[in-house]
């Protein structure tokens, strides 16, 4: 079964950055679109960012573009998402997740695997 763990939350001032990782137990990690996903207290999970499985084809929710960078190294199942310019609004619990679908989504329910998530709390 594919398990996902997320690392390299905490807290960090505004203006600050921070490194997710999401490590895939899956030997076919290099088939699934990656996603980031963030939930914050008292709203609805989002959307953040996602990542083909050859990187071809990448996709930002508007919020984090030009802020945040997703990536992802298929050789060591693993996946990234680089934030910079944290802003308090980014606070939330951050997801991993895996689609098996050939084509990226930005849904959440489309998604297969997902992580147990990270907490970010980015203070002003």
């Known amino acids: 079964q594919v398990q996902l763990v997320e690392s390299g939350g905490g807290v960090v001032q505004t203006g600050g950055s921070l490194r997710l990782s999401c490590a895939c137990s899956?030997?076919?990690?290099?088939?699934?679109?990656a996603g980031w996903f963030r939930q914050a207290p008292g709203k609805e999970r989002e959307f953040v960012a996602a990542i083909t499985w050859n990187s071809n084809s990448i996709y930002y929710a508007g919020s984090v573009k030009g802020r945040f960078t997703i990536s992802r190294d298929n050789a060591k199942n693993m996946v990234y998402l680089q934030m910079n310019s944290l802003k308090p609004e980014d606070t939330a619990v951050y997801y991993c997740?895996?689609?098996?679908?050939?084509?990226?989504?930005?849904?959440?329910?489309?998604?297969?695997?997902w992580g147990r998530g990270t907490q970010v709390t980015v203070s002003s």
């Open positions: 899956d030997r076919a990690f290099g088939n699934y679109i």
């Open positions: 997740a895996l689609d098996f679908h050939d084509t990226l989504t930005t849904y959440d329910y489309e998604y297969d695997f």
